[in-house]
């Protein structure tokens, strides 16, 4: 499976999980929401500074952004005010 797509599994998994609109994830990682949807449709790549941004708003590596097959706690990141 090729690094974009399981990027954009795991970005909504990990969105979801957090209870986090696409909205509101672009707005604490400081992204556009248009391209949020781009990546979870695999639409666009993302680069190693946006990975970071990502995986800091859920509280995760960059590296567990691109696990095959992330395990996913619920509600994981719903708390934080980043």
Avoid: C
Avoid at 54 to 80: E, M, W, Y
């Amino acid at each position: 499976m090729e690094s974009r797509r399981i990027l954009a599994q795991n970005l909504k998994k990990y969105r979801l999980a957090g209870g986090f609109s696409q909205e509101d994830l672009a707005h604490r990682a400081e992204l556009d929401r248009t391209y949020i949807s781009a990546l979870e449709r695999s639409r666009y790549s993302a680069s190693l500074d946006v990975l970071d941004k990502l995986a800091n708003v859920f509280g995760v590596t960059s590296s567990d952004l691109l696990r095959i097959d992330a395990q996913v706690p619920r509600a994981q990141a719903k708390d934080q005010d980043g």
